[in-house]
């Protein structure tokens, strides 16, 4: 009959009597960083369970050790669980890892340090919080840029105000103005040299050469031309964050990605404060996540709460007649719920059909919102004026 004992500094053997200690680490900090390794279910008990494999009875006095050691079960007559009849430090000092009790409570305090630490960097290191961080720069970049742009047309369009009308895109706008900067340069050749069609290409020629624009000085012209560069680079910085995002959505959260796409997913994430808390939301909540304001209102004033939250920016709800949306968001929700739960906790990919079945159910529901519209609320007709009202029976106090 074999005994073995977890101490935050390894694995005790006890054998007829007889202790043996298999070590975390022959440090404190070692022991404490593999420590933290075997909680997790990621340090290797093949030497411990190597040397006892033989054994017809194993007991274990940690729940921990004892489910890790379940995975080698079918190798042993017989495993189970009991209780603990010795301290960590006596265990310690029985095994000659430390003199006496002293020195064996200042071991295990060391190796909790160190246990506490390598916890502490893995949860600051978590993708969750990357995600956070990430979805919430690409959201004040794009902000940044829609303001940095609105300023650019205005101020470039003291002297070239034709280009806003025949160009809309703020990248090829702010690319423009940074590389060409001057009216002159707005030549056929050189737009077709920054991939323009030829037909466009003259059509900004033309605008150029009978441009109502004012003169401005060198100068003028030039900080126009650096506020549009910086446009242009922070354009590049978001469309790498977005990159970035969809990477890694991609690796933290295949299935919620697959159903809503990488940027709504790191949203959904973002506001319920990380992947595990939004699988232990129902679906109710994530239907109305972002909605928090207009539900409070709602119950405090009695009015209709709200029938969605930020996925509304999906295009199955945005994009649904009105009087399909709650139920639109609801299934999407409740197929949200599913893909958060297998995403957090593990199993197999899901994503794609789950997305499946929204979009069957949301084309069946589409294909009823006509029906729906006809439908009409029965409503009491006002009396007509002059027509007596009905007066209301007053009840005679006893």
């Not at 017809?56 to 009849?85: A, N």
């Not at 002159?184 to 040299?193: A, G, P, S, V, W």
């Not at 006809?374 to 009905?390: Q, S």
């Amino acid at each position: 009959m074999i005994k073995l004992h977890l101490t935050p500094y390894g694995v005790v053997k006890e054998d007829d009597g007889n202790l043996e200690i298999y070590k975390f680490g022959d440090t404190p900090d070692k022991a404490g960083v593999n420590l933290y390794r075997l909680y997790k279910g990621r340090l290797s008990l093949e030497n411990i369970v190597e040397d006892i494999k033989d054994s017809k009875q194993v007991f274990v006095t940690s729940r921990v050790l004892y489910k890790l050691l379940g995975r080698y079960s079918d190798l042993f007559d017989k495993i189970e669980y009991v209780d603990r009849e010795k301290t960590s430090s006596e265990l310690l000092v029985k095994t000659g890892v430390a003199k006496d009790a002293k020195e064996a409570l200042k071991l295990i305090k060391d190796v909790m340090k160190a246990y506490s630490e390598e916890k502490l960097k893995e949860e600051l290191a978590n993708k969750d919080l990357l995600i956070i961080h990430a979805i919430n720069s690409y959201d004040e970049y794009t902000e940044t840029i829609n303001l940095f742009y609105e300023r650019l047309r205005e101020w470039y369009g003291i002297y070239f105000p034709e280009l806003a009308e025949l160009v809309t895109k703020i990248e090829s706008y702010a690319n423009l103005v940074a590389t060409l900067t001057w009216r002159e340069e707005f030549t056929k050749e050189n737009l077709l040299k920054l991939g323009y069609a030829e037909k466009k290409a003259a059509a900004i020629e033309e605008a150029a050469k009978a441009s109502r624009g004012g003169m401005l000085e060198m100068n003028d012209i030039e900080m126009i031309r650096i506020h549009a560069k910086m446009l242009k680079d922070m354009v590049k910085t978001r469309d790498a964050i977005e990159n970035y995002l969809e990477e890694l959505l991609e690796e933290v959260a295949p299935n919620i990605t697959a159903i809503v796409g990488p940027k709504l997913a790191a949203r959904l994430i973002a506001k319920a404060g990380g992947i595990k808390k939004l699988a232990m939301f129902p679906a109710s909540t994530i239907q109305l996540l972002g909605a928090e304001r207009a539900l409070f209102l709602a119950l405090r004033k009695g009015r209709k709460p709200p029938k969605h939250g930020i996925i509304f920016q999906h295009p199955f709800v945005s994009q649904s007649p009105k009087v399909i949306r709650g139920r639109v968001a609801r299934i999407l929700a409740g197929k949200l719920t599913i893909a958060a739960r297998v995403d957090a906790f593990g199993g197999e990919y899901v994503g794609e059909k789950l997305y499946e079945e929204v979009k069957e159910k949301v084309e069946v529901l589409r294909q009823q919102a006509p029906k729906l519209k006809e439908k009409k609320i029965r409503v009491k007709p006002k009396p007509k004026k002059g027509a007596p009202r009905k007066r209301k029976k007053r009840r005679r106090r006893r």
